[in-house]
């Protein structure tokens, strides 16, 4: 798991990189900038890092043998993954409908394709999340947690990195 997450922290470093380069070598215009919603992307943001503190106590249930601490965190980790994918959904279809897309622009080029990668990672995440957890009510444990928790913080700690550059950046800059 240690290898991915090096070979996935290397490619969003090249994500994030493009989206920087592209901001302020093409400039992207305000208008595209200025449809970015900081709030509500703010509050799915705080929701996503929630999810990894409700990972962690899941991990804690596991190690002091809780199965049913456990389960329940694994599930409200799960909700809070979900509840974050479905604002980045509705953002989505928000600058779609303002003529904002993937080939309409550079900007949306940039931001669909490093908010896009982002989210199938949150996505492939919630996944092996409920894998663990039907495993964790069949076998009523799961080992697997630590490495799971490991991509899971991961994939958090990328969306703080994404939506600092993405959403906060251009707030303070001349883009």
Request: proline share 1%; net charge neutral; aromatic share 16%.
């Amino acid at each position: 798991m240690q290898l991915v997450i090096f070979t996935e922290a290397f490619f969003f470093l090249c994500l994030i990189m493009s989206f920087i380069y592209m901001a302020y070598h093409t400039g992207f215009e305000r208008r595209e900038l200025s449809r970015l919603d900081i709030r509500s992307a703010g509050v799915y943001t705080a929701v996503l890092i929630a999810s990894s503190f409700t990972l962690h106590l899941a991990e804690r249930g596991y190690t002091r043998g809780k199965p049913g601490v456990l389960k329940g965190w694994l599930i409200v980790t799960i909700v809070l993954g979900a509840v974050f994918l479905a604002g980045q959904g509705t953002e989505y279809v928000r600058l779609i409908r303002d003529d904002i897309t993937l080939n309409g622009s550079v900007f949306g080029a940039s931001f669909f394709t490093l908010t896009g990668f982002h989210g199938l990672h949150v996505l492939v995440g919630l996944v092996i999340l409920g894998i663990v957890t039907g495993l964790a009510f069949l076998r009523d444990r799961e080992s697997a947690i630590g490495t799971v928790a490991m991509y899971w913080h991961f994939v958090d700690v990328v969306w703080i990195f994404v939506f600092t550059v993405v959403y906060v950046l251009p707030q303070f800059s001349s883009v």
